[in-house]
């Protein structure tokens, strides 16, 4: 039949669902992994990543089903989803890409301000204390405190924050260009016939 057929279809669309369910389960599986082994502390970022890891499994295993039982009302529902999920993480990918040092900056200080367990976290892994100016009159979970040799986070932070955002920008573009893919795919699956199926049940 070619790649343009029923079968072909049918087959790239389980395989792309079985690369997202593959994602979704490693992304919980690391954020478990980094909660468990204390190199992430804060309650919001492990949640957060576990809920989106989760929201995609779902999305995948739907996609999945609909694509093996070439189910009408699920396809559409999968194809919509994912077409929304394409729309923002290919704004936030481009706003990863495109955002400016000083914008960097800024974001990096109000996340910085929001969580005292973050900055913690981050006191701790990086070895150094406050964001832009070191409180020596206060507390700090980072090891150099006790011998007063600390720099600030902001500069540590800085040296690979734009190669972090760059490199998440790039990846998040990659997935975002493989939603679009599974639209267009599952768009294309929905309105081909199955032929083992009676032609006269095909809607």
């Not at 979704?24 to 468990?36: Q, R």
């Not at 367990?117 to 979970?141: H, P, Y």
């Not at 600030?152 to 573009?173: D, N, P, S, W, Y």
Request: net charge neutral.
């Amino acid at each position: 039949m070619g790649c343009a057929g029923f079968t072909c279809s049918k087959n790239s669309l389980c395989a792309l669902n079985i690369l997202y369910v593959m994602v979704s389960l490693l992304m919980i599986g690391i954020a478990a992994w980094g909660k468990c082994f204390g190199l992430v502390s804060s309650f919001q970022v492990v949640g957060g990543i576990i809920g989106v890891g989760v929201f995609l499994f779902f999305v995948a295993l739907a996609g999945l089903i609909g694509a093996m039982k070439h189910h009408q009302v699920l396809l559409f529902f999968y194809m919509i989803i994912l077409f929304l999920v394409f729309v923002v993480q290919f704004s936030v990918s481009s706003a990863c890409l495109a955002i400016n040092e000083e914008q960097q900056n800024h974001l990096l200080e109000v996340g910085w301000n929001n969580s005292l367990t973050t900055q913690r976290d981050v006191e701790k892994s990086l070895n150094c204390c406050g964001f832009s100016r070191m409180d020596i009159n206060g507390s700090c979970a980072a090891p150099c405190f006790h011998y007063s040799t600390c720099t600030t986070c902001a500069a540590k932070i800085q040296e690979h924050a734009g190669e972090v955002l760059r490199f998440v920008g790039g990846i998040g573009l990659f997935f975002s260009f493989t939603e679009i893919l599974g639209v267009w795919l599952t768009y294309r699956y929905r309105n081909q016939k199955d032929p083992r199926a009676n032609p006269s049940a095909f809607l």
